[in-house]
């Protein structure tokens, strides 16, 4: 993960080791990979009562409540949580999932990033979900 973000002549950077990266967009986080040359960044906007998650300048769709996202830096892939109301998601690189009841609100991502697994709620079963990220 970056050491640091920070906003300097109204422009973000990086800081990853030594190096010092500029960053396209606005970050509230990012993460490098080992040789330094992805680099996957993300912050929440705030419009009024919605919120939306921006990775790497991509913005999703509007919700009530987005979690902080899950990146793997060697693959760029994420994975995050959202609300509206009662009805829960999990957004990830891919799209959304079906609406749930409530999820865990930290979903893992497997080492290699080709998977996502949750814990979710639908009525009164609670399910173990497996997706795949690819």
Partial sequence: ??????????????I???????????AEGAVASADGRRITHWYREVRGSKRRLIVNGVSGPDFGRVSRPSIPAESGVFVYTAQNGGDFFVMTSRGRSSRYDGVLWDPL???DGTQTAYAALKGSELWWKVDSLR
């Fill in 16 to 26: 990853v080791g030594s190096a010092r990266m500029g960053l396209p967009h606005a």
């Fill in 109 to 111: 991502i497997h080492a």
């Fill in 1 to 14: 993960e970056a050491e640091a973000i920070f906003r300097k002549w109204g422009l973000d950077f990086a």
